[in-house]
């Protein structure tokens, strides 16, 4: 069986780039099949964020969707089409040349015209994000009625371009809910949990850990704010924040304003996140938006304790508030500054969903996860022949 993965790039340190690197090697290790990868937007001089086995097959076609990202909306509408265009020709030759059996898109650029696109392969779509990802991603970054209204649009056409594939997998229950909504297709198959520490986290170090790329979408500037509150009560605590992005300068002169530079530390991103789990006691979410969240995961097998925002749709997927973290309302700094100031008051608390977080964790298995994407791999490739 012949599969080929749809991807951005994988120069990136995100959730997304690590859970496909993850599946991509496991079905090479431990498969007969080809496995092909297409990127659109890697930057051809930088290396891959994560290892992948040598007889995966990585086609960079550097169309750099990106580079319009700050043009007129005019200009980037034109620029976004002929790139959309020369794309779909491109995709449509290497499927047709390897004789593809199974395109999974992971909804980059391509989800657009995968439906329609004429090849003799079975089109999977695979979403990390919430329905409505593409209005949050607006909104996160831009303000006003027109901006709302493209977002509106950009949803509708994700759920039009969805309905046309054979199979589409989200990775949450209330992502699933959303989705049969509007097509029958949908199957729910979730991140797996990529660590299996030997030991975890004694949670006796005063560091709280937050990961992910520094951008709108996380909320750390409202984490910031929380903080202020946090070290005003226990100033020998630190948070440290994994991650890089286009926020950087902003969020390092927000943490100087506030004049918190020796408790809020951006860490950048490091290549043993795994160790830094473990030094830390407390896991802290405070995005805008999620899928199903790696760092969280991650976080959980380390052993520690949540505290995040009860944003769509990731977070009550894995965290029963008051089992294994706590759950708070979306944007309420201050519930978020409270909650954490809990767990540093309560080590017997933190162990207690420290070990929940951890049993929570195995339900997520990489061999239990991929064998849900190989039964329906198999499924769907017999059903073409």
């Given at each position: 069986m012949k599969l080929l993965y749809c991807i951005p790039a994988l120069h990136n340190t995100g959730g997304m780039e690590r859970v496909m690197s993850i599946k991509a090697n496991f079905l090479a290790d431990l498969t007969d099949y080809e496995i092909y990868i297409v990127t659109t937007d890697h930057r051809l001089n930088q290396e891959l964020s994560y290892p992948l086995n040598p007889r995966i097959k990585v086609i960079h076609l550097d169309l750099d969707f990106e580079a319009h990202f700050?043009?007129?909306?005019?200009?980037?509408?034109?620029?976004?089409?002929?790139?959309?265009?020369?794309?779909?020709?491109?995709?449509?030759?290497?499927?047709?040349?390897?004789?593809?059996?199974?395109?999974?898109?992971?909804?980059?650029?391509?989800?657009?015209?995968?439906g329609n696109l004429n090849v003799n392969c079975i089109r999977v779509g695979e979403i990390h994000f919430s329905i409505n990802n593409r209005s949050q991603f607006l909104s996160a970054r831009k303000r006003g009625l027109l901006w709302k209204a493209l977002g509106a649009l950009r949803t509708?056409?994700?759920?039009?371009?969805?309905k046309k594939l054979d199979t589409f997998v989200v990775l949450t229950k209330e992502d699933e809910k959303q989705w049969l909504m509007y097509s029958k297709n949908v199957l729910r198959i979730p991140n797996p949990a990529v660590f299996n520490p030997l030991s975890t986290s004694k949670l006796n170090n005063k560091n709280v850990i937050a990961v992910g790329r520094l951008s709108p979408q996380k909320g750390y500037d409202m984490l910031i704010d929380a903080w202020s509150k946090v070290c005003q009560i226990y100033p020998d605590w630190k948070l440290e924040?994994?991650?890089?992005?286009?926020?950087?300068e902003v969020l390092s002169k927000k943490i100087s304003d506030s004049r918190m530079d020796n408790c809020v530390k951006l860490c950048g991103v490091v290549s043993d996140i795994q160790d830094k789990y473990l030094e830390s006691s407390i896991f802290v979410?405070?995005?805008?938006?999620?899928?199903?969240?790696?760092?969280?995961?991650?976080?959980?097998?380390?052993?520690?304790?949540i505290v995040a925002f009860d944003c769509e749709y990731g977070p009550r997927e894995l965290v029963t508030n008051e089992y294994n973290g706590f759950l708070v309302e979306p944007q309420d700094v201050n519930s978020l500054?409270?909650?954490?100031?809990?767990?540093?008051?309560?080590?017997?608390?933190?162990?207690?969903?420290?070990?929940?977080?951890?049993?929570?964790?195995?339900?997520?298995?990489?061999?239990?996860?991929?064998?849900?994407?190989?039964?329906?791999?198999?499924k769907l490739y017999n059903l073409k022949k």
């Open positions: 700050k043009s007129t909306l005019i200009s980037k509408t034109i620029s976004h089409h002929r790139k959309l265009w020369s794309y779909k020709k491109q995709l449509k030759a290497i499927i047709d040349e390897n004789q593809i059996d199974i395109c999974i898109s992971l909804c980059g650029k391509e989800i657009d015209f995968f509708y056409q994700l759920i039009q371009s969805a924040i994994y991650g890089d992005g286009e926020l950087k979410l405070s995005s805008l938006y999620e899928g199903l969240p790696m760092a969280m995961i991650e976080a959980m097998t380390c052993g520690l304790p500054a409270d909650k954490i100031i809990q767990l540093i008051d309560n080590a017997d608390l933190r162990t207690t969903f420290g070990g929940n977080s951890i049993q929570k964790s195995k339900e997520l298995a990489v061999d239990k996860i991929m064998n849900d994407w190989i039964a329906l791999f198999e």
